[in-house]
Structure formats: C-alpha cells, structure tokens
C-alpha cells in the first residue's frame, strides 16, 4: 500500500512536481544558523535588554493610569463614600476608610518615587509635575502640598492649580478658570487628569458652573467603571468554576487511582487527545525554519510599518509586523522543508470530524476558567519576588501615546484574532508537537513554555508567561484541536485587551 493511502486527508498538499530538498549538509548547517541567530537575537532583546529611558517613563505614566482607574472605580462603586447605616457599623466604615486612605497614600508616594528616579537630575520634572497633577485631580490635596517642595521647578499650571486650589478666593478663581481654558494648559497630563482639574477648578467659589464638562467625565466614569467591573466580576465568578474544576478533576482522578483505573482515563474517554500524526516528524528543522521566518520578518517589517508620527519600532509596527510574519512562516514550512506540507493544514485547523469546533468551543471555556486561578497565583509570585524592571505591555505603550478608534481596531484585531492564531501555530502546533514525538510529552510542554515567555516577556514576566505557555498547551494535548488552544489565547488577549484600553484611556 503505497504512502499516500496512509496519510491524513487533512493533510492535502502538491503532488506535483518535486523541488529541490535541503537535504546537503552545508545549506542545511546555514538556514540552522540562521534560525538559532534569529531567535537569539529576539529572545535577547525581550528577556536580557534593559528598559530604555523612554520605557521606564511609559511605565511610570501607565502606573498614574492605573492609579486614575482604581480612585474611578471606587468613587463610582461609593468605597471611598461609604456611611454607616447604624453605629455598629460605624467603626467597621471608619476602618475601611482609613484603610482605603492609606492604601491611596501609600500608592502615591510610591508612585511620587518612580516618577523623581525616572526624572533623573534633569532641571525639568515632568514625570513627577504629572504625579502631583494625579494627586490634585484625585482630592489628594495635603498629600500634593506635602510633596511640593520637592519639585525644583514647577510649571506656571502647577503652581496655579496648587495656590488657587488652596486659597480658592473668588479674584482668583475668575485666573484658574482663565488658566483652566487654555489650550496648552497641563500640557503633558492625561487628558482626564486636565478634564479633572478643569472640572476642580471651575467648581471654586464664584468661578461659574461647567455641566458640559461634568456631564461628560460622569458618563465617562460611568462607562469606563462599569465595563471594568464587569470585566472583573466575569473574571471573579470564572476563576471560583475554575477552582471547582480544579477540585473535582483531581477529586475524580483520586477515585480512578483508588479503583485501580488510570487516573486520567476519564478525560481521555471525553476528548481524543493529540494524535500522533505529526507531518513534520522527520526533519527537525521546520519548525525552528518557520518561528525564525516569523521574527525576521517582524525585524524588517516593525521599521516599514510604523504609522506616520510614530516610533519606527513602535507596538503598532511590531502588531502588524506578526500578520506578515505568519505569511512568512507558512511559506517557509511549505518550501523550505523536505514534506512542503502547508503549515495550515498541517495544523488542522480544517477541523477534525472527532473534535467539532462547538466541542472545541467549550473546551476552552472550561480551559480559561482553570486558567485564572493559576495565573492570578502566578502574578501574585511575580509582584512579590520580581521586578518587571520598567518594561510594560506593548499594547499599553502605543494606547499610551495614540488611542483613536482606529488605532484601537487594528490593534485589537492584531491581539485579539492574529496573534493567538499565529502563536499557536508556531508554538503548539510545531515546535510543541515536534518536542512531543522527540522527546516526550512533560519535556516538550515545559521546553515549549519557557521558548514562549522567552518570546514574550521581561525576566520579571516570565512565570505568567511560562504559565500561559503551559495551560495552551495542555489544552491542545488534552483536547486533540488546535482550535481549543487559540480560543483560550484569543479570549485571554481580549480581557487583557479591554483592561489596558480602561486604564490607558483613563
């Protein structure tokens, strides 16, 4: 029986004429030193290279953005407002305020510190000057006239803010509500820290009403709170199913041992599994040939693809960079291996008749809500024991500088749709399955793992990444589909997503 009748007819590719193999050691030994150069390099550059000046102040302004998005989610939730409805709960209310206050303290002068050591000996402060512009338009008064002293310099917007906010006289406020309209005031600022300030300042005794302006930051607040919220719920009740899921698989798995049956039986009877039909098995170039394809292409492309008034390396350029770069792969598996099998169809995401897509759907439902708890662990572990040392998410520093609608949307296609599909190609559906037929199933996850977060993240991320890289490829050992794997990333990028969207645009 020949080759061809053994072969999966998912797996269709030319049989037409026959191109030439890299079968000769020396371009073999070439396109190898290639590869290993390409990946090197970027794993370096992610994991060994130092947050550069203009990374550590993105940080900095990321962090006041998350500060802004915690003090409007408590206002509109009614934390930092809550009265007791009898005296028994009088103290509890006074201790949780307390409480709440010196949280917001303590996160200030922590963020008031990052700010002056970024700002450097430079004669200017911006960093800090945005600092105490957060802490005034978030009511930290005393805690902002406290801190003064140490800005060298302050801009004319700051020393206004600052004595009109503490001596609010009606001569002058008429000058803070003058100061309050120009363009260039609080040039620098987030847009909702100047709105915030505007807002303080026109409020002043005998400054004159701004509804226009009230309204607008209330239905702001208002959206952003309440799409935050939900988000946080959806993800509190998803972890609590996770932590069942958790709970029972093992409890069921303890039951299985104990009647003497394989204690994943269970599972493997709910879903085939990975098969072991691996069309790549024979050369173990291909799937380091395709990853190196997809970083060089996202090397050269990241410069050509920056929008105008952007940074040529900008989040957006290296975004877009990945869509070409997933072309580039598949076109090296295909061309450039001895099987020119499309990687595509390779990976079957055709679809297997044994695992439907609404099966597969489900699967990674079930996978996601496993996942949170394990990742709220590992983040836990990280901000405890490391230092993300002022790297940030790429997505967060190109909304930091340029968030349009149409900048969200290519942006958010990119996170959302083409990255997880092309990272699933590359690291579960060659380099996983490949480290799987070689070296067996726990070397591979665990190899596969830690290539992804090499890929992705600072030192200071790697356990949340290495997680990330674990859990996707469980799914796709367990559930036999590459499709259940990249609805578990999608849907992990599309939360991250929306949280950076709310704090940035805060």
Not at 4 to 11: E, W
Not at 136 to 144: N, P
Not at 406 to 416: D, E, N, Q
Request: with cysteine; glycine share 8%; charged share 15%.
């Amino acid at each position: 029986m020949s080759d061809s009748n053994h072969r999966s007819p998912l797996l269709i590719h030319d049989e037409g004429q026959p191109v030439a193999r890299l079968r000769l050691p020396g371009p073999r030994a070439l396109w190898w030193l290639i590869c290993c150069a390409l990946i090197g390099s970027s794993v370096a550059m992610s994991v060994g290279t130092r947050a550069t000046p203009d990374q550590e102040r993105q940080s900095v302004r990321f962090a006041v953005r998350l500060s802004s998005l915690s003090w409007r989610l408590m206002r509109w939730s009614g934390l930092d407002t809550a009265k007791a409805k009898s005296s028994e709960s009088a103290a509890r209310v006074a201790q949780q305020a307390s409480s709440i206050a010196d949280m917001r303290t303590a996160e200030a002068l922590e963020l008031f510190r990052l700010a002056t050591e970024t700002d450097g000996a430079a004669a200017s402060q911006p960093l800090a000057e945005e600092v105490m512009a957060h802490l005034l338009s978030t009511e930290q008064d005393a805690l902002a006239r406290q801190l003064a002293p140490q800005i060298h310099k302050p801009s004319q917007d700051l020393q206004t803010i600052m004595v009109l906010l503490a001596e609010p006289a009606t001569a002058a406020t008429l000058a803070a509500e003058l100061a309050g309209q120009q363009p260039s005031f609080g040039r620098g600022w987030s847009s909702w820290t100047r709105d915030r300030l505007r807002l303080r300042l026109f409020g002043l005794p005998g400054a004159g009403g701004a509804s226009t302006l009230a309204g607008e930051m209330i239905e702001n607040d208002r959206s952003v709170a309440a799409t935050t919220l939900t988000l946080v719920y959806l993800a509190g009740l998803a972890s609590l199913w996770g932590v069942s899921i958790w709970l029972s698989s093992w409890l069921r798995a303890a039951v299985q041992a104990s009647r003497g049956l394989p204690r994943w039986e269970w599972l493997r009877r709910r879903y085939p599994g990975l098969p072991n039909d691996n069309p790549y098995a024979s050369d173990l170039l291909v799937p380091w040939l395709a990853l190196g394809g997809w970083i060089a292409v996202q090397f050269a492309m990241a410069p050509l693809l920056a929008l105008p008034g952007l940074p040529a390396n900008s989040p957006f350029g290296l975004l877009m960079g990945a869509m070409v770069g997933l072309a580039a792969a598949q076109w090296a598996v295909t061309y450039l291996s001895p099987t020119r099998i499309p990687l595509l169809n390779a990976a079957r995401l055709g679809g297997d008749p044994a695992i439907p897509l609404g099966r597969a759907s489900t699967a990674a439902l079930r996978a996601l809500a496993a996942l949170l708890p394990a990742m709220v662990v590992a983040s836990l572990l990280t901000a405890l024991f490391a230092s993300d040392g002022g790297h940030m998410h790429p997505v967060a520093g190109l909304l930091l500088g340029k968030a349009d609608p149409v900048t969200l949307s290519v942006v958010g296609l990119a996170a959302v749709v083409v990255a997880p599909i092309g990272e699933e190609l590359l690291f579960r559906g060659l380099i996983y399955r490949q480290l799987r037929q070689r070296l067996g199933g726990r070397s591979a996850l665990w190899i596969s793992a830690v290539v992804f977060a090499a890929m992705h993240g600072s030192p200071g991320q790697m356990l949340p990444y290495v997680v990330l890289g674990l859990a996707f490829a469980l799914v796709y050992e367990w559930v036999g589909s590459l499709w259940a794997s990249i609805i578990v990333h999608s849907l992990w990028n599309l939360g991250t997503f929306v949280v950076l969207v709310c704090a940035t645009l805060s």
